[in-house]
């Protein structure tokens, strides 16, 4: 199948359009993929409650992702119409379902395996209150489309932030068993929040310089760590590639799951 | 039909119809997601809708319930325009929209609960004895509460 999507075909797409349509679909590949995994929990979660919030959650994410692929998607077929249209054009289909894992540009953090429901809420945790203060910057975007969707987008991840900071407040601060799974889930994810705030050299072209959302991100990670009871790891080497699509293993198999039905049955409805 | 004679308060009246699948008591006008109607050159009538939540299922069905209605009526050109910005608030959802939530068995929104916590009141017995049990319900827009007098479980529509 032609990978029409893939980097080097944007080559109609001008420079900064191709910047934007680049860091538009990093956006929606960090929501999609952790929205991936959530799902992952459907029908498994610890409790019904549980599993019902998890995977609204994910509803959440994948409604993110859905808004900023249709607008990639606009902007692509805007430089390079496609004559046959049909599978030829870019959609928010096409970009989730046909792209190779080297053209997926989600920080290595969502894609990290489910673990256990420590695990799982810390990496909501830590990427929630990245995504909060991220969405609350591009607000003001002068992209307006970029600006709406996380506008829109805000509400939502202040309620997924409220929820997993309980949640690590309660395990990390709760029984010897919980806070050991709480420390080993620190000790599994410290490393993937370093690119967080490393500038991918699209974000530098878009003057999206996340380093400065550090702060933010760290005073909160910090008052909520104290809370629960847990310390911020230091001097701990960290893993970057994500963004740009070097990506860690699990995000081959996620894609094969993500993508098989139309992988193996192309442009399959129903 | 000549969009142009029609005058918009005609037009919500229609859309008024429309129901949102997930709380078939709550039309789209009571929900407040129709932002704006318009009637385009060329007898083309534009309606713009914002979702309640990013990935809310039921907006597709909704934009399709909408041309459906609308064809009906005999417009022959339905354009269907989705916006993110201004972001959608229960404080567009009307009083009467609130009012058929609770009798309903929904709790409608209430800005003394806008963080989710035990209080809200049953919408079966009136009491104010409940408690919250997730905050997250069965559909996105909802938490999940359970009355401590009557017993019973209901939904509460979240303040958004």
């Known amino acids: 199948m032609e990978t029409t999507y893939s980097n080097n075909k944007f080559s109609k797409v001008p420079p900064q359009d191709g910047f934007r349509v680049a860091y538009i679909l990093h956006l929606a590949d960090n929501s999609l993929i952790?929205?991936?995994r959530n799902a992952e929990w459907c029908g498994h979660g610890p409790v019904l409650e549980q599993d019902i919030a998890i995977t609204n959650i994910s509803l959440?994410?994948?409604?993110?992702?859905?808004?900023f692929y249709q607008y990639a998607a606009q902007l692509i077929n805007q430089h390079s119409p496609s004559p046959g249209g049909g599978r030829g054009e870019a959609s928010e289909d096409?970009?989730?379902?046909?792209?190779?894992?080297?053209?997926?540009?989600?920080?290595?953090?969502?894609?990290?395996p489910n673990g256990d429901w420590a695990q799982t809420m810390l990496r909501q945790f830590l990427y929630s209150t990245y995504q909060y203060y991220l969405y609350r910057f591009l607000q003001t975007n002068s992209d307006t489309t970029?600006?709406?969707?996380?506008?829109?987008?805000?509400?939502?991840?202040?309620?997924?932030?409220r929820w997993s900071s309980e949640w690590v407040i309660r395990l990390?601060?709760?029984t010897e068993e919980s806070h050991k799974r709480m420390l080993r889930a620190v000790d599994e994810l410290w490393s993937y929040t370093g690119e967080l705030f490393i500038p991918a050299p699209y974000e530098k072209e878009l003057s999206i310089d996340t380093a400065f959302l550090k702060d933010d991100w760290a005073k909160k990670v910090n008052t909520v760590f104290d809370e629960a009871a847990l310390?911020?790891?230091s001097n701990v080497f960290m893993q970057e590639g994500g963004k740009?699509?070097?990506?860690?293993?699990?995000?081959?198999?996620?894609?094969?799951?993500?993508q098989y039905l139309q992988r193996a049955y192309p442009g399959c409805d129903w | 039909m000549k969009t142009s004679a029609i005058d918009k308060k005609t037009l919500y009246a229609?859309?008024?119809?429309?129901?949102?699948?997930?709380?078939?008591?709550?039309s789209i006008i009571d929900l407040g997601i129709v932002r704006d109607i318009r009637m385009n050159d060329d007898d083309e009538l534009e309606i713009t809708i914002t979702s309640t939540y990013t990935g809310c299922p039921a907006m597709d069905m909704i934009t399709a319930s909408i041309r459906t209605e609308l064809a009906t009526l005999g417009f022959k050109k339905i354009k269907v325009i989705q916006v993110h910005s201004p972001a959608w608030t229960t404080d567009w959802m009307s009083a009467g929209g609130k009012r058929k939530l609770q009798e309903y068995g929904i709790a409608p929104p209430d800005k003394r609960f806008s963080t989710p916590k035990d209080g809200v009141e049953c919408p079966l017995c009136h009491s104010s004895n409940t408690r919250l049990v997730s905050e997250f319900g069965s559909t996105a827009c909802k938490a999940w509460y359970q009355c401590n007098d009557c017993k019973e479980p209901f939904d509460y529509f979240k303040c958004h």
């Open chain 1, 231 to 233: 310390t911020v790891p």
């Open chain 1, 60 to 67: 959440d994410l994948i409604g993110q992702a859905r808004s």
């Open chain 2, 14 to 26: 229609y859309l008024e119809e429309i129901k949102d699948p997930e709380v078939p008591v709550l």
């Open chain 1, 34 to 36: 952790l929205g991936q």
């Open chain 1, 146 to 161: 970029i600006a709406g969707i996380a506008e829109k987008s805000l509400k939502e991840v202040s309620y997924h932030l």
């Open chain 1, 94 to 112: 096409s970009l989730a379902y046909l792209r190779t894992e080297r053209e997926f540009k989600n920080c290595l953090l969502a894609e990290q």
């Open chain 1, 172 to 174: 990390g601060d709760g």
């Open chain 1, 244 to 258: 740009t699509g070097t990506h860690t293993e699990h995000l081959g198999y996620i894609l094969s799951d993500l």
